[in-house]
């Protein structure tokens, strides 16, 4: 009899409590091995240590806190479903009720919504999302009208393209004021007066600067090929492979070979006398007053939108050549901004003094909001009235505009 029971212990130990104790999550299990630890607990001598309860005690605590971990996860994921499906429904019923609702509302934005602490924080958090939803679909509205428009100007050009094509007068319009404009061009290279594009400040300027710069020359050139006595264009310091250079020919493509002007990679000091040449730049402290033309001009191909001064001037210097700025103040009330041209304004300036030499006329290309008028009276008419301060708004700076105005009109 002992034996057997001996036997029932080692059984129980050995097999009985390490599978309850892999299987803890079952509940069938609880009874079996209840009994089986209390009929040990009791058949046991009293050496039995009371380390074995506690340890029993301890295992159905973690066994049941298992148990409700199991359970509060497959509870709280339905849970979560039904409180966003709820959240939609109130937002159906605000948008309804005619509230500042989204249309359309993601997950998150809906996470976000319900976890806002107070109601007020809902409602303008409903309203940020309506609005930026409204922002886009009127982005989307603008870029569709836009794209319209484009594609209606598309199909009108296509027409006109069309319509001159066919008409054989145009074509040959076209063609011989080509060939007249060219002719002109060509006749420049051996009689015309020669004006140098000096291109020597690709390290002064950002690529967008060059980009810039290139495309205003590219407008002066084709302005100059159009007018009666055009100049010869000299492109001076021009290096092959430069930046200059690869835009001119991405920009010119197969015409950049039959463009009629000089290019070359020398500098204009060693192509024309130093006697002969002036540098425009508006940092020059010598005024221009009379356009000569038995002078050579030299325009610094640079576009700067900082506005670097004294760049073109120091170079002028250090070659030693003499250098000129446009009289702007004395034909010009200036009002803001610097005093320095693009390029083609340049070209439209140059050309018209050379076939007029009227200042005004010239004068007239420079943008008029840099300047307010010209000026047309002398200093004492100016200074006895005052309806003219009023008309341009000069207000505090009277007294610079009278100090302008008689450096610009000396005294007789």
Not at 12 to 25: T, Y
Not at 89 to 103: D, F, K, Q, S
Request: with cysteine; hydrophobic share 35%; glycine share 2%.
């Amino acid at each position: 009899m002992q034996s057997a029971n001996m036997l029932l212990r080692k059984i129980v130990r050995s097999s009985v409590l390490p599978f309850a104790a892999q299987h803890v999550m079952k509940k069938d299990l609880f009874p079996l091995s209840r009994t089986l630890s209390l009929s040990l607990c009791l058949k046991q001598d009293k050496s039995c240590e009371p380390s074995e309860k506690l340890d029993l005690d301890e295992w159905k605590k973690v066994m049941k806190s298992g148990l409700q971990e199991e359970v509060s996860e497959t509870v709280s994921e339905p849970e979560k479903l039904s409180s966003l499906a709820a959240a939609r429904e109130t937002l159906e019923m605000w948008r309804l009720a005619g509230r500042a609702v989204p249309e359309n509302i993601s997950e998150e934005q809906l996470k976000t919504f319900m976890e806002c602490p107070s109601k007020s924080a809902k409602k303008k958090y409903l309203k940020y999302l309506h609005l930026k939803e409204l922002h886009k679909k009127n982005d989307k509205r603008k870029m569709a009208e836009k794209r319209e428009r484009r594609l209606e100007a598309q199909d009108q050009a296509s027409k006109t393209d069309d319509e001159t094509k066919t008409s054989p007068f145009i074509c040959l319009w076209s063609r011989t004021m080509d060939k007249a404009y060219n002719w002109r061009a060509a006749q420049s290279m051996i009689f015309g007066q020669p004006l140098v594009f000096d291109m020597s400040y690709e390290k002064e300027m950002s690529v967008r600067e060059v980009t810039n710069t290139v495309k205003q020359i590219i407008l002066s050139e084709s302005c100059n090929r159009r007018s009666p006595d055009p100049f010869h264009i000299h492109f001076c310091n021009l290096k092959d492979d430069s930046l200059y250079h690869r835009e001119f020919i991405e920009n010119y493509r197969e015409a950049w070979s039959k463009l009629l002007v000089t290019v070359t990679d020398q500098c204009y000091t060693e192509i024309f006398p130093k006697d002969k040449l002036i540098y425009l730049t508006a940092d020059s402290p010598k005024v221009m007053k009379t356009f000569d033309h038995d002078k050579i001009y030299i325009v610094g191909s640079m576009v700067d939108k900082s506005i670097k001064r004294g760049v073109s001037l120091a170079r002028a210097k250090r070659l030693g050549l003499e250098t000129a700025a446009l009289p702007l103040e004395k034909y010009l009330l200036w009002n803001t901004g610097a005093k320095n041209l693009t390029l083609d304004q340049m070209m439209h300036i140059l050309l018209t003094l050379k076939d007029t030499a009227d200042w005004k006329k010239a004068l007239e290309f420079v943008p008029k909001r840099k300047y307010c008028g010209f000026v047309n009276k002398p200093v004492k008419e100016l200074k006895k009235t005052l309806d003219l301060i009023n008309t341009l708004k000069i207000g505090k700076r009277r007294e610079n505009i009278e100090k302008q105005f008689a450096k610009n009109c000396p005294k007789k």
